[in-house]
């Protein structure tokens, strides 16, 4: 979830991988029905892409807050935002529940919506207190389903979000869905633009191994081909790994 002082976009790891992500020409386990041409398109990107080395943050809690200030924003914004709360030495739950929160929302101004980020991590760190006595280590014991039920109570935590922070902050077994996600998958036949977040999420996690390196790496490889290849405009089809999936030429594609 390779550090720089900058942190560009796309995301590089100041928290290590755990382990390499595994290879899925065959598969440990065998992949439930709905999508299972998904660890052909994992194969295809990590051979081509390698590992990514996502998500940037020196401690569990900077990856938290990276993903609440990422929302709506370019990550070069939010990296500034971090920045600012790393130099006044406010990257601690209990530094961030007892500054003011003018002070605070001054400090995160370049993410965008600075004001209402600064209410949403201080409901995160007062939720973190009142729920899991100010702990991580005890919030990230909590199963994934009921912590992730938990986070979505949060002011501030949608969908996405409450999935960054169980996947890349807390290693929990749980796919993040973006628009990237979105436009591969309906490029390639595999949805049609109609599902919900939910729907996608319950789809691409029951086609793979129940694995959260795995789903970290194959988000982030995700990203790295919307990023690339798959763009909005004027996709570089022929130069993407899963250019051979595609059902056919995609309009615009050179």
């Not at 130099?87 to 739950?93: C, E, G, I, R, S």
């Amino acid at each position: 979830m390779c550090t720089s002082p900058t942190l560009p976009d796309p995301h590089p790891a100041s928290v290590p991988i755990r382990q390499r992500a595994p290879r899925l020409n065959t598969p440990a386990t065998p992949v439930p029905e709905n999508l299972p041409i998904l660890p052909q398109y994992f194969d295809a990107l990590f051979r081509a892409y390698g590992e990514q080395h996502w998500w940037p943050g020196r401690s569990p809690f900077e990856i938290i807050v990276g993903a609440i200030l990422v929302q709506n924003t370019a990550w070069v914004n939010a990296a500034r935002a971090i920045a600012n709360l790393r130099d006044a030495k406010l990257l601690t739950p209990s530094a961030i529940d007892s500054v003011p929160q003018l002070k605070l929302a001054r400090l995160i101004r370049s993410s965008g919506y600075f004001r209402q980020k600064a209410r949403k991590l201080k409901a995160f760190v007062t939720f973190l207190r009142k729920v899991h006595r100010g702990s991580l280590a005890t919030m990230f014991r909590t199963p994934t389903a009921s912590l992730r039920e938990q986070l979505l109570a949060v002011h501030g935590i949608g969908p996405e979000t409450a999935d960054s922070i169980l996947l890349y902050a807390g290693n929990h077994p749980a796919f993040v869905v973006d628009a990237y996600t979105r436009r591969i998958l309906q490029r390639h036949g595999l949805a049609n633009g109609k599902e919900s977040y939910e729907e996608i999420r319950r789809l691409v996690e029951k086609s793979l191994p129940n694995d959260p390196q795995l789903f970290n790496e194959f988000h982030a490889l995700i990203v790295h081909t919307g990023k690339n290849f798959c763009r909005a405009r004027a996709p570089l089809c022929s130069q993407c790994a899963l250019q051979s999936f595609l059902p056919k030429p995609v309009e615009g594609s050179r």
